[in-house]
């Protein structure tokens, strides 16, 4: 009789294993995180936090710019402010802190992906003394921050590896956290040879030989549909139909962490409440039509995809901490379910 219990004990442990029940990854170290909006709201973070069921926060401090080609900028006092009295709250919750030079050009208009600074050696001594360097020790070591991300998807500054390097060694001989790197998404086609070079050029950069992890802005172009299954974008994932791509984003991200032996990160997870979010999820108003459930199965397919890999570090879902007409990222309640449920 023990013989047979024992026996029925092994095929069902098999049994689970062959259908994916049994997953042995530790989900502790695991981050599972939320940018917040550069306008959040203090109370409104706290209740996101636990809506969420997050660990991490990554929290913006504003860099102001005046335009796309400046070399010169400075840190927002007020917005330092702000951010130094959520970090204080956050702690006492045990919530890991992510602190991030948020490049505000043009007060919000445009993109830090289109900034190219016209004198790139003033550039970068005023990113380390006038915005790393005080960060450091105005904010990240006296609050005891986890994670500094030194930089954002700056595309057109991206291939200055000697700079960048000189800058991730200089914070860690300051700061004893973790120190990250947040490169922009990619594509690569068939069509368009020069995508196979860019994603390449990436794939060689030595700033994430020296990070701790890797961290991307996962806004990858998934489908060309305007409404999905989770099939439709797991697949996806794998070959993507934009455009007839075919682009393998998954093998392309795990390349990334075998080139560099680094966890991978989405520090930036992004999909509005709208149709066509997988097409660009980038873009705030992909279509006029809105659609909470297709915002849900885009997070339902990364869920699905990544969440099992260990080299997989985590997540930050953008974006949070405020709630009006115009945040389109906020998730559905159909996608705070999903976020929830994840490293579960």
């Not at 070399?71 to 956050?90: G, P, Q, R, V, W």
């Amino acid at each position: 009789m023990y013989l047979v219990m024992f026996l029925l004990i092994i095929v069902s442990f098999v049994f689970c294993i062959k259908n994916n029940t049994i997953i042995n990854i530790d989900y502790n170290n695991k981050i599972k995180s939320a940018n917040l909006s550069t306008d959040y709201d203090i109370k409104q973070v706290i209740r996101d936090i636990e809506l969420l069921e997050l660990n991490t926060v990554n929290v913006p401090i504003i860099i102001n710019i005046e335009n796309l080609s400046s070399s010169d900028f400075y840190i927002d006092k007020e917005s330092e402010y702000k951010a130094i009295k959520l970090i204080k709250k956050l702690k006492k919750k045990n919530i890991k802190i992510i602190l991030e030079a948020y490049p505000w050009i043009d007060n919000g208009n445009e993109y830090e992906t289109k900034w190219n600074p016209s004198d790139k050696e003033h550039f970068f001594y005023n990113w380390k003394n006038n915005v790393i360097c005080k960060l450091l020790n105005e904010v990240a070591i006296p609050l005891n921050v986890d994670i500094i991300n030194i930089a954002s998807n700056l595309n057109y500054l991206e291939h200055y590896e000697k700079e960048w390097c000189a800058i991730i060694k200089f914070v860690k001989s300051k700061f004893k956290g973790e120190v990250t790197y947040r490169t922009s998404w990619w594509y690569t086609s068939k069509q368009i040879q020069s995508s196979y070079e860019i994603y390449n050029n990436k794939l060689e950069n030595k700033i994430f030989d020296l990070v701790d992890f890797i961290s991307i802005a996962a806004y990858f172009e998934l489908s060309d549909k305007s409404i999905n299954t989770v099939d439709d974008l797991v697949n996806s994932l794998s070959s993507s139909t934009v455009y007839n791509r075919n682009q393998n984003i998954k093998e392309e991200i795990f390349k990334l962490h075998q080139k560099h032996k680094k966890p991978i990160f989405f520090g930036e997870l992004g999909f509005v409440r709208r149709e066509k979010t997988s097409f660009q999820p980038w873009n705030p108003i992909p279509s006029e039509i809105k659609n909470n459930e297709e915002q849900a199965r885009c997070f339902e397919a990364y869920k699905i995809v990544f969440e099992d890999k260990k080299w997989m570090k985590g997540f930050s879902i953008f974006c949070v901490g405020k709630v009006d007409e115009y945040k389109n990222f906020y998730p559905s309640k159909e996608s705070i379910e999903v976020i929830k449920s994840w490293y579960k």
